[in-house]
Every structure is written in structure tokens, then in C-alpha cells.
């Protein structure tokens, strides 16, 4: 994330907001970079760090001063401390506006200013504030910069060229990386009906509060449950989520009916209370707390390990916020068991906003997922649907994956005619409908219609005659989708903007150029060389367009730097970025212009380079029958085991290879990728070469080896 920043800075964009997931360190990553702009800058540049509340600053001065490891740094202005100076602060926003503080210092006093829960910067007293301030750098922490009200605070930050963040660090990928607890969410049956709930409209809250406050049929449903699938309910230390005042009181209640020690915590809870209600929870007097909107944000609490969700939520920012809460690290901690009472809703309700949050997965995926089984998880983590819940969300995925051609075009000749035909970028539509890219590009899909060219066509923003090759080179775009190589996409945009001058190229941009040609021409017989692609491309001006307008998107989206691969610096390919296999098998010249050798195998030794590239797909469960099952996975960030072919015995010139690859000169390459149909992951060099293969092969093990 630090080097994230450091880049956007180096591109001129020095407003930048850092979205990462609730308990994953956002203060700790604006601490080090407060360091590391310190020691560009030389010495303690003017800081200031705002929040809501007293409690989020002392632990950002706590945070700033162990990392800067000055205990001394920093003074808190707040509604009962008034520091004498004003250099170093930490305040909280009504102390700042009471005092009229930007106003009195000037606006350009702090070099660096930090807002902490940035989403509320489009409230009144914060917009006031980020209008007038103006640091050289300015950072926003937020776990959900989605507002529920549907105000953005993106115009307050330098953004992307694709309109994202500056960082991003979403709750899966928190979890792959082992930053939050794992979870295990049960979506559980619930007979309550939601269907007439007004979503995201005046009167939302009163409806679900007449459905659940006094609803003993439910509340005996959440506390038999909770019972069925915690190990001891009474020894969890869970926050329920609910509805309103009326609904946490009711529910607190009967779960001290039920012997389980609850206790009421809401905004108009005594302060002490509110103060020693945590402690208590930590100390096992109490195994709930029960509450409406007061933990949804700003508050750490690592030793929950439980979450009851009583408040049906069409709302990603809120449910993402309740599911935060349960997920900090602790000592001791597992998991987070996390019960959510889903209930009755129409079709159109929108199940996949809420499951993205916790997968990362596109409805696409999700169908795939929720009829199937979410088997790509992060570690530790378990998704389970109850029958009648699994058919409802089924049925309302389904409802959104089916949108057809016809919709998506209607949907774009409504967004041409609001911005303009003629200033409609493939970016801004996907950012400002909120679509997918493969929501455009279908190929994968079987469809028949895809790609921007083919889309704007048909919504009749594109009327000069087709070339003979547009639909093809528009479906086959959808092909390019996965690349985000920084280098690859250069050569994307120019292909498309260099007007058929391919004269003259390098031997890199020439070996690029033919790598994106036969990655877009996917059959062994279309043998060419880049020059004859080139001009293809060229003859068709919409084309070259579009090739532009989707390399520069994902460019935009790509957080790579251009590293050369060791072993293989003589080729354009890129450390850990994504390939399909013609473009690493053209980038090695195993595909030339002239020549098309077949390949499907795993493995692919290249005699004259003494390199083996080894293929790997982790997720085998489709089309790999047993005897090519391997057992291939990551052991460690550094480690990689793998499993060698059949063919590989102690006397064949393969197991040779790797038996005496200490002294023979071969390298091996990795190449890996999640599961069939996925782009590989460029990994690298196996620097310690093959352990234990030696003594293995011979004793008769032709399948063994771990890469490191």
C-alpha cells in the first residue's frame, strides 16, 4: 500500500483515498507513510489528523508515536484539551470547526492532512473542512467509501484514471493475505417477510422494525440457532445487530431468557455503561452485546467472535461494517461466527452487493458458487446457505446474470443521450452504471454479442460501415480482459493509436506486438507475423479505438511495477503479472511468426534456453482426470510444491533434468494460475531447485518435488 501511494504521488495525484478493510492497519499504513514522508521531506512535517471521535484519536497518536518511536509525538485537540501548539495534531472535526482552527493557522498550514472515516466527508461540517484546507498531501482512510445516502466523497481525492482509489485493500483480499480472522457465515432460514420493505427509501427502518420488533417466532429462531451452530453460545462474545431501540431491547430480553447474559448497549445508553459494557463482554459476564448502529464503525473490539445480523440490509456500506466488526485479530481467536437472519424479499433484491463483500466474487462467479460451493475462499473461511435462502439468492442472481444484449444496449443509448454520443468512454459507462467488465465483454460466456465496439453499434452510437473482421476482433478483446503488465498494455495502446506504423519497432515491442496478436488469434492455423496483425488491427478504426480505451482501463486498474522476470530478462514478460498461455509461450519463442507448434502439456522444456516452463493449476476439481491430478500448492510465500508427470522416472531425460539440476544448468519457471480457464501468474525463478527429488525418483516416487 505504501509503494501504492508512493506511486499515485509520482503521477502528480497527491489527494489520495486508501480504502482497505476494517481492521487491517489503514491508521498504521498512514503512520509509515507520515515516515516516509519525513525522510523525503527531512524532519517532522506539519501534520494533522481528523476524526469524529476522541477515542479514533488517541489510537492514531498512539499509532504515530510507536512508529515514528517518539513518545512524545503529537497533541490532541478535542472538546477538553487545547494544546498551545498546533503543528502536530490530532482533532477531532468539531474541534476544528468550533474553533474556526483552518481559518485561524491558514489553509495551507499542515503539509499533510489525514481524515480518518472519510466517508463522512460529504456530511456537512467535513465537506466545510476538505474544501477549505488545502495540504500538499492530503490522505482519506475509510473501510467503505460507498455512502448509504448515495453522495460521493471520490471528488474530494485524485483518482485513478478508471475512477478507483488510490489504494485499495478490500475485505477478501485481507483475508487471503491473513490480516482479519476468518469467517464462517450462515445464511439462515427465516421465515419473516420483507417483500413490501421500502429499500433505500424514507420509511425503511419503521417497516422492518413493525416485521421484527415483538416477533417471538423469530427471536426464538435466532436463539435456537445460535445454540445449533456455536460450540457453547453462552461462552461467545457476539454483538447482535438490530433494527431500531425498540427491537434491541426486546431482543435483549429474551436472550437473557434464554440464559444468555445480554446487555442493551444504544446511543442513549448511560456513558459508563457504554464505557464498561465491552469490558464485560471480554470478561464472560456477558456473552452479547445488542445494539443498533453504535459499533458499525470507529470502534475496536477484537475479541468479538460472534455476529447476529437481526437487520435485513440492501446497504453493502452497512452490512460491511457489522461484518467488520468481527473480524480483528485477537489471541485465541479462531474465527467469526457470523449468523445472518436473511428472511423473505422479492426477486429483485440484491443478494450479490452483499455476497461480493465477502468473496470478491462477480455475479457470474456467484451463481457458479452459491449451486456449487464457494471453493475458493480464503483460508479458514466457510459460506453456507440454507436451503429455502440458497433458492431465493439463486433465483435473484440468476435474475441479474441473465440481463441480456438487449438490456445492456437500451442501458448504454440511455447513458449516451444523458453525457453526449460522442464523449462516451468505456471506463466512465462501466464506473458510472456499475457494471463488470465482463458485463460487456461476454465471450466467456458463450454469448453471442460482445465487446465496446460491438455495444456501441448496436446502441447506434458507431453508424460508419463495419470492417469485415469487427465483431471477431470485438468478441476476441475479451480475451485481453486479465492483462495488467504495465509494459503488455503500452503495447496494447499503441497498437491501437499507431495508425499502422510498425516499422521500425524493437525487438521488445516487436515480441509484444506478436504476443497480443496471437493471444487475440487463438488458433494454431493463424500463423502471422506482427507487421500482417498490425494492419488487421489498423483497417479497422473503431477497433483500434476500443483496444485503446481498454488497455488504458486496465492500466488504470493495475498495481504492477514493470519487473523483469529472473532468468527470462531477454523476454517482455513481467513478474507476478497474468498471461494467457499463447502469450508466455510466444514471449519464450516456442510461438513464432512462421510457426505454431501445438502444446497442452503441463511442463515445456526449452532446450536452447535450458529452461523448463512449468504450468500449474491449483484448482483441479473440472477437466483433470486422476491420473493428472497432481498435487500442486503453495506452501508457504516462498515455497511451492509440485508434483512431477508420470513420465518423469529416475532414467528419462525429464527426471534428469531434475535430478541433476544442481550442476546441469537448467532453470524452472513457475507458472500458476487458480483453476482452468484463468490467466497464469508469471512467479518466477525456482531458486533452490528441486529437494528431495533425487533420493525420491529412485525409490520409485515418480511423482514428487517441492519447488522453493
Keep these: 500500500m505504501l509503494e501504492q501511494l508512493t506511486t499515485e504521488r509520482a503521477h502528480g495525484r497527491h489527494r489520495n483515498l486508501l480504502v482497505a478493510a476494517t481492521g487491517t492497519g489503514k491508521t498504521v499504513v498512514a503512520a509509515f507513510d507520515y515516515r516516509n514522508i519525513c525522510r523525503t521531506e527531512g524532519g517532522r512535517p506539519r501534520l494533522l489528523f481528523v476524526a469524529h471521535r476522541e477515542e479514533i484519536l488517541r489510537q492514531a497518536q498512539r499509532t504515530y508515536r510507536e512508529v515514528l518511536r517518539d513518545p512524545e509525538f503529537g497533541d490532541l485537540l478535542t472538546g477538553s484539551q487545547q494544546p498551545e501548539r498546533f503543528d502536530h495534531l490530532f482533532a477531532t472535526i468539531d474541534s476544528v470547526t468550533s474553533r474556526g482552527l483552518v481559518a485561524t493557522v491558514g489553509a495551507d498550514h499542515w503539509h499533510t492532512v489525514v481524515v480518518d472515516e472519510c466517508h463522512r466527508l460529504a456530511a456537512d461540517r467535513f465537506n466545510a473542512f476538505a474544501k477549505a484546507v488545502r495540504p500538499r498531501v492530503l490522505i482519506g482512510l475509510t473501510a467503505t467509501p460507498e455512502r448509504s445516502d448515495g453522495l460521493l466523497i471520490t471528488p474530494y481525492f485524485d483518482a485513478r484514471p478508471d475512477g478507483s482509489p488510490a489504494v485499495e485493500l478490500r475485505l477478501w483480499h485481507a483475508l487471503d493475505l491473513q490480516l482479519l480472522a476468518p469467517f464462517e457465515y450462515y445464511a439462515c432460514d427465516d421465515a419473516t417477510d420483507f417483500s413490501d420493505v421500502p429499500w433505500d427509501k424514507p420509511g425503511e427502518r419503521e417497516a422492518l422494525d413493525k416485521l421484527v420488533t415483538a416477533n417471538d417466532i423469530r427471536a ?34 429474551w436472550l437473557n431468557r434464554a440464559g444468555l447474559p445480554a446487555a442493551c448497549v444504544v446511543g442513549t445508553t448511560d456513558s459508563d455503561e457504554r464505557r464498561r459494557a465491552p469490558q464485560r463482554l471480554m470478561s464472560g459476564e456477558l456473552c452479547a452485546l445488542v445494539t443498533v448502529d453504535l459499533y458499525n464503525e470507529g470502534v475496536d473490539l477484537p475479541m468479538v467472535d460472534t455476529l447476529l445480523l437481526l437487520r435485513p440490509t440492501q446497504s453493502p456500506v452497512l452490512f460491511q461494517q457489522q461484518i467488520g466488526r468481527g473480524l480483528r485479530l485477537a489471541t485465541g481467536k479462531d474465527s467469526c ?165 510498425v516499422q521500425g519497432l524493437d525487438a521488445q515491442a516487436a515480441l509484444g506486438l506478436q504476443m497480443l496478436a496471437y493471444q487475440i488469434d487463438g488458433r ?85 534456453r535450458k529452461t ?87 525409490a520409485g516416487s515418480k511423482r514428487s518435488g517441492r519447488l522453493q
Excluded at 461467545?236 to 430480553?253: K, L, P, Y
Excluded at 469485415?468 to 497498437?495: I, K, N, Q, T, W
Excluded at 497464469?680 to 527429488?693: H, S, T
Design 337 to 501: 461466527l457470523v449468523l445472518d437472519f436473511v428472511g423473505q424479499h422479492r426477486a429483485e433484491f440484491r443478494f450479490d452487493r452483499l455476497l461480493s463483500i465477502l468473496t470478491g466474487l462477480s455475479r457470474r462467479e456467484l451463481v457458479d458458487s452459491v449451486e456449487n460451493g464457494f471453493g475458493s475462499l480464503p483460508p479458514g473461511c466457510h459460506i453456507h446457505l440454507q436451503r429455502q435462502t440458497r433458492e431465493q439468492v439463486l433465483q435473484g442472481l440468476r435474475a441479474l446474470t441473465t440481463q441480456n444484449w438487449r438490456r445492456l444496449k437500451t442501458e448504454l443509448q440511455t447513458y449516451a443521450a444523458l453525457k453526449g454520443r460522442t464523449g462516451v468512454r468505456l471506463a466512465d459507462f462501466l464506473h458510472d452504471q456499475a457494471l463488470e467488465l465482463d458485463d460487456v465483454y461476454r465471450s466467456a460466456t458463450g454469448q453471442g454479442r460482445s465487446g465496446w465496439t460491438a455495444l456501441k453499434r448496436d446502441a447506434g452510437l458507431i453508424v460508419a460501415e463495419p470492417g469485415p473482421e469487427e465483431d471477431y476482433f470485438s468478441r476476441r478483446f475479451g480475451d485481453l480482459v486479465h492483462v495488467d503488465d504495465p509494459r503488455r498494455l503500452d503495447v496494447m495502446a499503441a497498437a491501437g493509436g499507431q495508425q499502422g506504423q
Design 524 to 608: 494454431h492455423e493463424q500463423a502471422a507475423g506482427h507487421e500482417a496483425f498490425a494492419e488487421r488491427l489498423q483497417s479497422h478504426p473503431a477497433i483500434a479505438s476500443e483496444l485503446v480505451e481498454l488497455s488504458g482501463l486496465l492500466q488504470a486498474r493495475s498495481t504492477l511495477a514493470a519487473k523483469e522476470v529472473p532468468g527470462l530478462e531477454d523476454t517482455p514478460l513481467c513478474l507476478h503479472a497474468a498471461y494467457g498461455a499463447r502469450e508466455v509461450l510466444t514471449a519464450v519463442g516456442w510461438l513464432k511468426a512462421a510457426r505454431r507448434a501445438p502444446f497442452q502439456a503441463g511442463v515445456l522444456p526449452l532446450t536452447g
Design 612 to 698: 523448463e516452463l512449468l504450468f500449474v493449476t491449483l484448482d483441479k476439481s473440472e477437466g483433470y482426470h486422476d491420473r493428472i491430478a497432481y498435487h500442486d500448492y503453495a506452501v508457504s510465500a516462498e515455497r511451492f510444491h509440485w508434483q512431477t508427470q508420470n513420465s518423469a522416472g529416475p532414467d528419462t531425460p525429464g527426471g534428469r533434468r531434475y535430478t541433476e539440476s544442481s550442476s546441469n544448468g537448467w532453470q524452472f519457471q513457475l507458472f500458476v494460475r487458480p483453476r482452468k480457464g484463468d490467466a497464469y501468474r508469471a512467479c518466477g525463478r525456482v531458486l533452490e531447485r528441486i529437494k528431495d527429488l533425487d533420493r525420491r525418483l529412485h
Design 220 to 253: 426464538r429462531l435466532v436463539v435456537n440457532e445460535w445454540r445449533r451452530l456455536a460450540s457453547d453460545a453462552s461462552r461467545s462474545r457476539a454483538i447482535v445487530f438490530c433494527v431500531s431501540v425498540a427491537h434491541a431491547e426486546f431482543m435483549t430480553d
